[in-house]
């Protein structure tokens, strides 16, 4: 995220004489940072601050504005490009009174959302030390460094993915492949499942969901998870998850990532497993599962509580819950650790049928979720 110019500590790439200003940090692929559109959209809220109602004004405005604007200028990108080695080609970059005012309310020059980049008044992208920096934060944040490819090979490595495409097509069963930690998540998976059925992996981590024959229905959060992992493992594309245990480590993964398409086991666990008031592990794991298979399969973007990946995850989550998830408060004893990760507590309210709500607070230090406390609202007669 970025809310003001470069800061003048950063690390200077491939720096010019004539090019003083210019100090981006150094960006190697394979571990350059990524910030989770969550935690994006929860920083970018904290420091707008003015409460729900004003949280989730910008919270709209931004998600209905990203992808409008224009392209980045092609001087702009043949100047920035190979100084990060990276294609900037989806960058968009907004500088009307929407983005003026939004920027204001920030408190920034210009700021970062994912590949969208926002300037504030008498500001415009150039060749220039605030074009650099946000553009820092668009890598940071969606973690598409893409060194450029010469367009000699361009065509014949195009013709290689097709035909590997094509082959695996033809001869491999696609399913729900599990990666990392395949014993905690089939442990968890099948705690919270029942007696009913059971899920199994090969050693190449392909799930499968077996009928164990056993009389007596499933509970129904359990009736969820076992409906969603049939989805996804008879589809005929591969949703592929990794499973980590992120709980003894700061991670860039908060209960899951869509971009890493990654869970947090220990995070997930953090909510319980069986029925709990509010959301239990089965709800949290049910919306992340449903999040990659979303992602991978159909394609579809990260989005909002009501749209996109985000908010089928929402809608499998209320089904395993049997309560409705509503908006979230405000970020409390908010933190930012030097490695980029996140202290606070957030507050989640359910909302029952029988009019029952339960707030639901996470405490996260470093990305991980080390406890979860549910308060009964009283309700009025």
Known sequence: MSMSAAPESSPQVQRLPEERWFKAP???PVVQRQVEPKVQMWQLLQR??????????????LNASKG??????????????????????????HTGS??????????????????????????????????AHELTHVVQQTGAVQRQVDSRHSTSLRKLSDSITQTSDSSIQCSFIATGDRARFLSIVNR??????????????NLSIVNKDVQGPPTSEASVLISLLQKVINDSNATTIQF??????????????????????D??????????????????LAHEIEEQYQKQVNHQAYGTDTSGVHGSGVSLENAATGAIRGSQGPLQNLVQNPDGTLNFTITIPYTYPDGRVIDVTYNVQSNNVVSVTRTRRPQSH
Do not use: C, H, W
């Open 26 to 28: 150094s960006i190697t």
């Open 48 to 61: 707008a601050g003015g409460g729900n109602e004003a949280s989730g004004d910008l919270e709209s405005r």
């Open 68 to 93: 409008g604007g224009s392209a980045l200028a092609p001087e702009v990108r043949a100047f920035m490009e190979p100084r990060f080695g990276a294609d900037f080609s989806a960058v968009r970059v």
């Open 98 to 131: 929407e983005a003026v005012q939004m920027s204001k309310e920030l408190g920034a020059q210009a700021f970062a959302y994912g590949s969208d980049i926002y300037f504030g008044p008498g500001k415009s992208p150039g060749n220039n030390e605030l074009m």
């Open 192 to 205: 919270i499942i029942g007696v009913q059925y059971e899920v199994r992996s090969d050693s190449a981590g």
């Open 244 to 265: 980590i245990r992120g709980g003894s480590t700061p991670s860039q993964v908060l209960v899951g990532s869509y971009q890493l398409s990654t869970i947090d086991l």
């Open 267 to 284: 995070d997930v666990e953090a909510f319980g497993i069986g029925p709990q008031e509010g959301v239990s592990a089965a709800g949290k």
